[in-house]
C-alpha cells in the first residue's frame, strides 16, 4: 500500500522560532500534497493543497508568508512555521495523492506531527 | 455552498451494530470516503463509494445514494477498539475532499 511519512512526529520550540516539517511519500509519486491542522477534538482543517513543482494554494485565513510550503519533488512536500507563537500548537498532518495508484483520487496520511510552541 | 454533515457523538455497546449516517452537498461529486481517526493519530481510509449501493468489507459496509446525497458507514460486532472518530469525506468537481467535522463512537462494555 502506499506509506507517506512524516518528520518529526513531536517537536516543542519556543516562541518566535521557526519549525520544518518534512513529508514523504515512499513507495509512489504524490503528484499533490495536502497539509492539515487539526486542533484538539476538532476536525481536519486543510491548510493548503501543493502540486509539485508549482507554488502552494493556501485555505482562506492561512497566512502563506507564516506557513511555507514547498514541494520540490514528487516525493517530499515541507511545512515550515515561521515565527512560531503558542497559538500555532497543533497537530499537523500531510496526506498525499498519486495518480498511479488504485484509487486515484484516495489521499494517504501521513502520521502526523505534534507541534508544541512554549 | 458545501458542507457535510454527520452526528458529533454516538455511543454503542460491544458486540452490537451501528450506523454512522453523512449527508452532503458539494460542487459536483466524484466520491464519498470514510476514514478512521484514532486519538492522536493520523486518519485511516476505511472505503470509498462512487456508485450507489452498498459495499462490504469485513466487518464494516458503507452505503451511498447519490440521488439523496447520502451516505452511512455500518459497523458490526462491535469492538472496543472501534472507538474512534469517523469521518466522512466528498470528492467534489475539483477532486478537492470536503470533510465532515468527525463523529466520535464510543464503544461501552
Known amino acids: 500500500g502506499a506509506v507517506v511519512s512524516q518528520h518529526p512526529s513531536w517537536v516543542i520550540c519556543k516562541s518566535g522560532t521557526s519549525v520544518k516539517i518534512e513529508c514523504r511519500s515512499l513507495?509512489?509519486?504524490?503528484?499533490?500534497m495536502f497539509w492539515y491542522r487539526q486542533f484538539p477534538k476538532q476536525s481536519l482543517m486543510l491548510m493548503a493543497t501543493?502540486?509539485?513543482?508549482?507554488?502552494?494554494?493556501?485555505e482562506q485565513g492561512v497566512e502563506k508568508d507564516k506557513f511555507l510550503i514547498n514541494h520540490a519533488s514528487l516525493t517530499l512536500s515541507t511545512l515550515t512555521v515561521t515565527s512560531a507563537h503558542p497559538e500555532d500548537s497543533s497537530f499537523y498532518i500531510c496526506?498525499?495523492?498519486?495518480?498511479?495508484?488504485?484509487?486515484?483520487?484516495?489521499?494517504?496520511f501521513g502520521p502526523g506531527t505534534r507541534l508544541t510552541v512554549t | 455552498g458545501q458542507n457535510i454533515d454527520q452526528p458529533t457523538e454516538m455511543t454503542a455497546t460491544e458486540g452490537a451494530i451501528v450506523q454512522i449516517n453523512c449527508t452532503y452537498q458539494?460542487?459536483?461529486?466524484?466520491?464519498l470516503f470514510w476514514y478512521q481517526q484514532h486519538a492522536g493519530e493520523a486518519p485511516t481510509f476505511l472505503s470509498y463509494?462512487?456508485l450507489d449501493g452498498l459495499e462490504e468489507k469485513g466487518r464494516f459496509s458503507s452505503f451511498l445514494s447519490r440521488s439523496k446525497g447520502y451516505s452511512y458507514l455500518l459497523l458490526k460486532e462491535l469492538q472496543m477498539k472501534d472507538s474512534a472518530s469517523y469521518l466522512c469525506?466528498?470528492?467534489?468537481?475539483?477532486?478537492?475532499?470536503?470533510w465532515g467535522a468527525g463523529t466520535k463512537l464510543i464503544i461501552k462494555p
Open positions: 458539494t460542487s459536483g461529486f466524484n466520491g
Open positions: 501543493s502540486n509539485e513543482g508549482s507554488k502552494a494554494t493556501y
Open positions: 469525506a466528498a470528492l467534489d468537481s475539483n477532486y478537492q475532499l470536503i
Open positions: 513507495d509512489f509519486q504524490a503528484t499533490t
Open positions: 463509494n462512487v
Open positions: 496526506s498525499a495523492r498519486g495518480g498511479q495508484v488504485d484509487w486515484v483520487y484516495e489521499q494517504y
